[in-house]
């Protein structure tokens, strides 16, 4: 698959299949991440890979009680270092290199902003010390939704300065 082909086919899935990642395409997954770039290649982040079902379960009140949380087959938790220059921005490429390989093998991810830190903190035993930026669900897609209107390019994009047509 191409990357533009990734990058079209992927959508943000709320419906899994209950099936389980191997081992394999869960270290595949995670080394797409490691890959991605950082600033200064200090990579100043982390991750919680969740795939205990029962652990599953108690993040979801701590992730505005989406049901699809205790559904996919891996939840991940990004940790950053606080104060670390770009670390948010870090840990964000590194989970988009893992949703666009998660595509590549079949899988669905969806980004996860609202959500309790502090409640998963608690389940997670992860610091007081550390920032929890964004959270993203994996899996086995049972549903796959329709793609999304996005808006043109000349209401995105400027060129040389602000308002120059691209």
């Given at each position: 698959m191409h990357v533009m082909d990734a990058?079209?086919?992927?959508?943000?899935?709320?419906k899994y299949e209950s099936k389980q990642l191997p081992d394999g395409v869960l270290s595949d997954l995670l080394e797409a991440a490691r890959l991605a770039p950082s600033s200064n290649n200090k990579q100043r982040w982390s991750m919680v890979?969740?795939?205990?079902e029962t652990v599953k379960r108690k993040l979801?009140?701590?992730s505005g009680n989406q049901k699809f949380v205790g559904e996919c087959s891996a939840y991940i938790v990004a940790v950053c270092d606080p104060g670390a220059s770009y670390s948010a921005v870090d840990i964000a490429i590194a989970l988009d290199h893992l949703s666009l390989r998660a595509v590549e093998l079949g899988l669905g991810t969806c980004w996860i902003g609202f959500f309790e830190p502090d409640k998963i903190r608690q389940v997670l035993g992860i610091p007081a010390d550390r920032d929890i930026p964004i959270c993203m669900t994996v899996g086995y897609?049972?549903?796959?939704?329709?793609?999304?209107?996005?808006k043109t390019p000349s209401e995105l994009f400027h060129r040389d300065r602000w308002g120059g047509p691209v």
């Open positions: 990058v079209r086919a992927r959508r943000s899935v709320r890979v969740v795939t205990d979801v009140p701590a897609p049972s549903a796959v939704p329709a793609a999304r209107n996005r």
